[in-house]
């Protein structure tokens, strides 16, 4: 069965300082993958999606991710946090279903 | 474009009271549909999922139900809420891709 893990429940960094967000995935062939984020009180919105070809995906607000076939890793990473970034962050895996696996979410604390 | 509609945005009901949630999207036809939950602190989960009108997946063994009466409208109900029920409920769509995009959510107290 599919599978996503956010080792991360929490991290806090300082604002400027760059980041890197984990998330493991069980699949046994290519799957979908997806980082969301969610502000608190607020829906998910979709930060990036990696399909197929180039393992390096860029998304919305400076967020990018790459593909790891071999550690089955989809880690999500940004160069320089800004306090807007914090948030929660929830990593989703789809496989020829009409369904998403979500990992629990990480939550992301920026300090000034 | 495609946007996602959810309403009421907060409700606070009494246990043993009924709930309708709504869920209308726009903009594309013949979406994907599915309710989710989270509770306090935790993750998401998939209580119901739909891919054509009358066409209801349930995920969860609970006492809440799902109805799917247009092609782009979602009703989440329960006969008699629970104060287990709490929580913020998100609606989300999906096309022929396996992204899905979500609603702002409604956040239900049960009192």
């Known amino acids: 069965a599919q599978s996503v893990t956010q080792p991360d429940i929490h991290i806090t960094v300082s604002e400027g300082a760059s980041l890197e967000l984990r998330c493991n995935y069980s699949?046994?062939?290519?799957?979908?993958l997806f980082w969301y984020v969610q502000s608190p009180g607020q829906g998910l919105q979709l930060l990036l999606k990696?399909?197929?070809?180039?393992?390096l995906v860029q998304g919305i607000k400076g967020f990018e991710a790459e593909f790891k076939r071999s550690q089955s890793s989809f880690n999500l990473r940004k160069p320089s946090v800004h306090w807007s970034d914090a948030a929660e962050y929830f990593c989703?895996?789809?496989?020829?279903?009409?369904?998403?696996?979500f990992g629990t979410g990480t939550r992301l604390q920026v300090f000034p | 474009s495609q946007t996602i509609h959810q309403w009421p945005a907060t409700l606070v009901q009494p246990v043993g009271s009924p709930l309708s949630l709504e869920c209308t999207v726009e903009?594309?036809?013949?979406?994907?549909l599915y309710w989710y939950r989270q509770a306090a602190g935790r993750g998401l989960q998939l209580l119901f999922y739909s891919v054509g009108i009358g066409q209801i997946s349930s995920e969860v063994p609970q006492n809440l139900s799902a109805s799917r009466p247009q092609d782009r409208q979602f009703i989440l109900s329960s006969k008699k809420l629970l104060l287990s029920d709490s929580g913020f409920y998100l609606c989300a769509w999906s096309g022929r891709g396996y992204e899905q995009y979500f609603g702002p959510g409604t956040r239900l107290t049960v009192t």
């Open positions: 903009g594309t036809s013949n979406p994907n």
């Open positions: 989703a895996v789809g496989a020829n279903t009409d369904k998403l696996i």
């Open positions: 990696y399909f197929s070809g180039d393992t």
């Open positions: 699949y046994g062939a290519t799957p979908y």
